[in-house]
């Protein structure tokens, strides 16, 4: 069965880092674009950063110089490092390839920036 489980979120004060994880089974992690996603309450869901199997990035504009996305085929795993954080990115954070599969969407993993 595929599925992806996000972990690592927390509370942390403004300017703090964490780092996120993005755990998949199954053996579609290494061929596909995969992407955070993060939904603040309130709000609608939106896209965060993306990376292609060969290690390309793009990143949405208010996290650019402060979010890092990586992966490791090897251990069908993807990560998030967000630096200096900000209150503005208090959300659950989500992870699913790009463009995204409904069948995918996990749990999440709440982030909280606050001081």
């Known amino acids: 069965q595929v599925q992806l489980v996000e972990s690592g979120g927390g509370l942390v004060q403004p300017g703090g880092s964490l780092s996120l994880s993005c755990a998949a089974s199954?053996?579609?992690?290494?061929?596909?674009?995969m992407a955070w996603f993060r939904q603040a309450p309130g709000k609608q869901r939106e896209w965060v950063a993306t990376i292609t199997p060969a290690g390309s990035t793009n990143y949405v504009d208010s996290v650019k110089g402060r979010f890092t996305i990586s992966r490791d085929n090897d251990k069908n795993t993807m990560y998030l490092q967000m630096n200096n954080l900000k209150p503005e990115d208090t959300a659950v954070y989500y992870c699913?390839?790009?463009?995204?599969?409904?069948?995918?969407w996990g749990q999440g993993t709440q982030v909280t920036v606050s001081s």
């Open positions: 199954g053996n579609f992690f290494r061929v596909n674009t």
């Open positions: 699913n390839i790009k463009p995204p599969l409904s069948s995918l």
